[in-house]
């Protein structure tokens, strides 16, 4: 069975300093790995996706998330945080060995940037 | 594009109702989901529907919930009899049918309250 942990409720970063949220997943075929991103009373939104290819995914607001297929992970990454990247983010992950489109999510992280 | 549709944005009914809750996923797209968010238990895939049929609802809570797609354009999620431990935000994403890694659309929810 697919599976997805994210292992931080909250990550606290300074305005302008790297951010990091941390993603690792568990699946019996090929991953396929997403970012998606809530803001309060809104719908989640795609941030970016690891189908294939290069380690290192770009995606949208600066954005970016690295696989690494021996530690299992897909931490979600930004050099500079902004005050308006605070909200709620979650991880998930596609099983390629299943026939199916399901995909399931992690718990979510919530992101505070503070000033 | 006038992305995924839900309706209502809020609903508070008394335990024992039966409640509807609808969505229109975006035109052209032929999956839909049905997600339920708490904070108990995060975001959970309730069904999913793949050109209008059923492909996986094994995350349906018990038979007090039902849904149907009778349209590439409709779908409804069904709680009869409706109970507190229900009231969460439900969510409905579409995606286009080209690619089981295309993003998921999601709608802004569904807030549910049962007294």
């Known amino acids: 069975a697919q599976s997805v942990a994210q292992p931080e409720d909250q990550v606290n970063v300074a305005e302008g300093n790297p951010l990091t949220v941390k993603c690792t997943y568990s699946?019996?075929?090929?991953?396929?790995l997403f970012w998606y991103v809530q803001y309060p009373n809104r719908g989640l939104q795609f941030l970016l996706k690891y189908i294939t290819g290069d380690n290192l995914v770009k995606g949208s607001y600066g954005f970016e998330a690295e696989f690494n297929k021996s530690q299992t992970s897909f931490h979600l990454k930004k050099p500079s945080a902004l005050v308006s990247d605070s909200a709620l983010y979650f991880c998930a992950v596609r099983d390629g060995s299943s026939n199916t489109g399901k995909l399931i999510f992690g718990q979510g992280t919530t992101l505070q940037v503070k000033p | 594009d006038a992305g995924v549709i839900q309706s209502p944005r809020h609903e508070v009914t008394e335990m024992g109702q039966e409640v509807t809750l609808r969505c229109k996923p975006i035109?052209?797209?032929?999956?839909l989901f049905w997600y339920r968010q708490t904070m108990m238990r995060g975001l959970e895939l309730l069904i999913y529907f793949n050109n209008n049929v059923p492909i996986d609802d094994s995350g349906m809570p018990e038979d007090r919930f039902s849904a149907k797609m009778p349209n590439a354009s409709f779908s409804t999620l069904k709680i009869q009899p409706s109970e507190p431990r229900d009231s969460a935000v439900y969510f409905c994403a579409s995606r286009t049918g080209t690619s089981y890694n295309s993003p998921l659309h999601f709608g802004n929810g569904t807030r549910l309250t049962v007294t």
């Open positions: 035109s052209g797209h032929n999956s």
């Open positions: 699946v019996s075929g090929n991953p396929y």
